[in-house]
């Protein structure tokens, strides 16, 4: 099941991957320029947040999931391993944005 969901999620990925494309070939072959930001990510210390807060989230989630299910703290911990990265990268991302004002950029 697991493999499947990675599975599922990567194929995802790759749809949306070609999606963008074409519109950026139908772009090209109408004489139109490519949508600005279609490629491009997002400011990398937002993308950080985000992704610190979402595993924060899932770290959570995982950790209550595996608990109940097993019963058992040890294979609950695999959630806190997810959470504790999540907390890492929320607040790498934190202390890059007030690096940052500091510097007045």
Do not use: H
Not at 25 to 52: H, N, R, V, W, Y
Request: glycine share 14%; charged share 25%; aromatic share 14%.
């Amino acid at each position: 099941m697991p493999v499947f969901i990675v599975l599922i999620v990567f194929l995802f990925r790759y749809f949306n991957r070609r999606a963008k494309y074409r519109v950026a070939e139908k772009a090209l072959a109408s004489g139109q320029p490519i949508p600005e930001g279609l490629f491009k990510g997002g400011d990398p210390d937002t993308d950080l947040t985000e992704k610190g807060i979402k595993n924060i989230c899932v770290g959570l989630g995982l950790f209550i999931f595996l608990w109940a299910v097993t019963g058992r703290f040890g294979v609950g911990s695999i959630g806190l391993l997810v959470f504790f990265t999540g907390v890492g990268e929320y607040l790498i991302a934190r202390s890059r944005n007030s690096d940052r004002r500091r510097r007045g950029e």
